[in-house]
């Protein structure tokens, strides 16, 4: 079925490890994008990708670094993970000009850091 | 930044209309969205409507927008049991398709 594949679903770290999360979309999408979301404070941008080789800053990216090599897969990785990080990451696509269509969405990656 | 703002819970019974209300602060906002999210999944999208319009309807959803007011609200008709989620308001702002979203509605529909 064609969509968004965030992997893996859960996943718990200790403070100070890394992990990557890795979003796949079959959809020849240009723009991907990487939200948190956390109780109270609904979704927040933390990077985004408008195109093979290209990322940018969101709203809170600290903490996180991003790759889309393939046009097809973004990656956010957590070098050092803090407490702070516990969160539900989701991974959002859209076809560029689509706004009318709205996000696609991954089911969202469970992490809790202890 | 844009700023999104929604109240967090709303509690209906069954068979009643919900509205669920938001505020926005970007002017510049083209699209306004209405995002529905189920327990443990991702969100999808409900509806929207562009920044010209003052309402959209589709079937139970009526989406009512006003601009001067940045003011949107979204209209559940006879509420269903499988209404129960949270909803949120979101709008495009900052170019490159970037969303922001509100704090998200909790939606309960009581028997």
């Known amino acids: 079925n064609a969509g968004v594949t965030q992997t893996p679903k859960f996943r718990v770290l200790k403070t100070g490890q890394s992990m990557t999360l890795l979003c796949a979309q079959d959809?020849?999408?240009?723009?991907m994008y990487w939200y948190r979301q956390d109780p109270g404070m609904g979704l927040r941008l933390i990077h985004y990708s408008v195109g093979e080789g290209t990322t940018a800053k969101g709203e809170v990216p600290d903490g996180y670094n991003v790759s889309r090599l393939k046009k097809q897969n973004f990656l956010l990785g957590l070098e050092s993970a803090a407490p702070s990080q516990t969160s539900v990451y989701f991974c959002a696509s859209i076809q560029r000009g689509s706004e009318g269509y709205g996000y696609t969405f991954g089911s969202g990656t469970r992490l809790t850091v202890v | 930044g844009e700023d999104v703002e929604q109240s967090l819970f709303l509690s209906v019974r069954e068979g009643d209309s919900s509205v669920i209300n938001c505020t926005y602060t970007?002017?510049?906002?083209?699209?306004l969205y209405w995002y529905k999210q189920e327990p443990g999944a991702g969100l999808q999208l409900l509806t929207y409507?562009?920044?010209?319009?003052d309402m959209k309807q589709d079937q139970r959803l009526t989406v009512l927008l006003n601009k001067k007011d940045k003011h949107l609200s979204l209209r559940i008709a006879d509420t269903q049991t499988g209404d129960s989620a949270i909803y949120f308001c979101?709008?495009?702002?900052?170019?490159?398709?970037?969303?922001?979203f509100g704090t998200g509605t909790k939606l309960q529909v009581i028997p």
């Open positions: 970007d002017s510049s906002s083209t699209y």
């Open positions: 959809m020849n999408h240009e723009y």
């Open positions: 979101a709008s495009n702002s900052g170019g490159y398709q970037k969303v922001t």
């Open positions: 409507i562009f920044s010209n319009m």
